[in-house]
């Protein structure tokens, strides 16, 4: 393997949306495998308090990485315009740039474990034995920042200049690693709830290691950037304003999911559970519409890179439209074998009648989010990130003033105000035609 541009073709088909979205909804699928494992293996101590303290300990982790989903947002956009302009040279110093800010960002995670944890966990508002368990686990999974983060930067890479099936191995070895490591430290050797934490750091730094290997040897073992070319002003200027606004914007969004897991842990332990559950669901559905997102971003980007208005359209076209197939068949799937999962994941009679009540809300959600996710991969590939911060800084109003609306309802109020993706996504489409004409003017 070595380091080579890949050439751009003239027309995107259905076959290149595919051989970047099949492994990575393949890939992301595994990963609320994760959640369901973690889930099931702890639910099976039949203690609901263990359970409720790792669904808001995970959420936590969730929503702080993700915050710093960025670096593999912008890595994906960056290497697929390098690609698309012949930069190729750039390539390699995007990489290197990512590391040094993924390393940064988890060490200061680290350093400031202490804090974050009694600031986070305090306002999730758990029980005290729910809040117990989860600082036992956050303690612990804080020390997998680093790595997790530096894991961002070699997927976005990777999935950047088309290499999809690559991220995908390390994707996939990363989920698999933390199942098998999960269900051995917590159900074979009894370590609990703080077993499930040492194995996401366990798998972490497996996945790194294995995809630095993969770098270093599409790269003929030459990482090593020029400090010039590293250190580029103009270069750096652009990156730190676009990681800027894809923050703020996944901070609002972040923001959604962190009030709808406290509003359910104020209600009651059991609801807790019942919406940990139901979240992973709503994991499935996503992970599967990211997939064409992450071909929508790589597609997008390398066509902006090359100024081809009309290969940018044209997957913008295709990843709308096989969006709404793929919904369609996650929709199906989970009001056939809804009930079926929600008693294989959780043992307890509360918690099951409880998810029950609310699955009609999971299964409705893949029809909302399809432009949402999609136009996401195309406003992220043309590096669009301040049209997308700020349309979803008002979405986020959306959502408060639709939960302030419904609060009456209680937990039912909760999961309508949650579908406030819809609006996201509905403002991006109409947004979409302007920005279009604006960039390939």
């Not at 909804?25 to 994760?34: F, H, K, Q, R, S």
């Not at 890595?75 to 012949?86: E, I």
């Not at 680093?146 to 990363?174: D, F, H, K, M, S």
């Not at 400090?227 to 990156?239: E, G, H, P, Q, V």
Request: net charge positive.
């Amino acid at each position: 393997m070595e380091l080579r541009p890949l050439r751009l073709p003239s027309q995107v088909t259905t076959g290149q949306v595919f051989a970047i979205a099949g492994p990575a909804m393949v890939a992301n699928l595994t990963t609320p495998l994760i959640g369901i494992v973690s889930t099931t293996a702890i639910g099976r101590l039949g203690d609901a308090t263990l359970l409720g303290g790792v669904a808001m300990a995970s959420v936590l982790f969730d929503c702080m990485f993700w915050l710093f989903a960025f670096l593999r947002m912008s890595t994906v956009a960056f290497t697929a315009q390098s690609l698309g302009s012949g930069e190729t040279q750039e390539i390699r110093a995007i990489l290197v740039r990512g590391f040094i800010v993924a390393g940064l960002i988890g060490a200061g995670l680290i350093m400031l474990q202490l804090p974050l944890a009694a600031v986070l966990l305090g306002a999730m508002g758990g029980s005290e034995g729910v809040t117990r368990a989860a600082r036992t686990y956050f303690i612990i999974r804080i020390w997998s920042a680093p790595l997790a983060l530096a894991n961002y930067v070699v997927l976005g890479w990777l999935i950047g200049q088309a290499r999809a099936t690559l991220a995908l191995g390390v994707q996939v070895a990363i989920n698999l690693i933390n199942m098998t490591a999960t269900i051995l430290l917590v159900l074979v050797f009894d370590i609990g709830i703080a077993g499930a934490a040492i194995a996401a750091i366990i798998a972490e730094a497996t996945g790194l290691a294995i995809g630095v290997l993969i770098a270093w040897r599409l790269s003929q073992g030459r990482l090593a950037v020029p400090r010039t070319t590293l250190f580029d002003r103009a270069k750096l200027m652009r990156m730190l304003s676009v990681n800027r606004d894809i923050m703020i914007r996944t901070a609002a969004l972040i923001s959604v999911f962190l009030f709808f897991t406290a509003q359910g842990a104020r209600a009651g332990d059991v609801t807790l559970a019942a919406n940990a559950i139901l979240n992973n669901f709503l994991l499935i559905s996503a992970f599967f519409l990211d997939g064409l997102a992450n071909a929508a971003e790589q597609l997008c980007g390398r066509a902006y890179g090359a100024r081809d208005k009309d290969a940018f359209s044209t997957a913008t076209r295709l990843v709308v439209f096989w969006g709404f197939g793929f919904a369609l068949a996650v929709t199906a799937v989970f009001a056939l074998f809804g009930p079926r999962l929600i008693d294989v994941m959780t043992a307890s009679i509360d918690v099951r009648h409880d998810a029950r009540i609310y699955l009609i809300f999971v299964i409705i959600s893949p029809l909302l989010g399809v432009f949402a996710f999609a136009f996401d991969g195309v406003y992220i590939g043309a590096t669009w990130a301040r049209d997308m911060r700020n349309l979803m800084v008002l979405s986020l109003a959306t959502f408060l003033a639709a939960w302030f609306a419904l609060r009456s309802f209680g937990n039912a109020g909760l999961w309508v105000a949650l579908a406030h993706y819809a609006a996201r996504g509905g403002l991006e489409a109409l947004r979409y035609p302007s920005l279009l004409k604006a960039s390939f003017h």
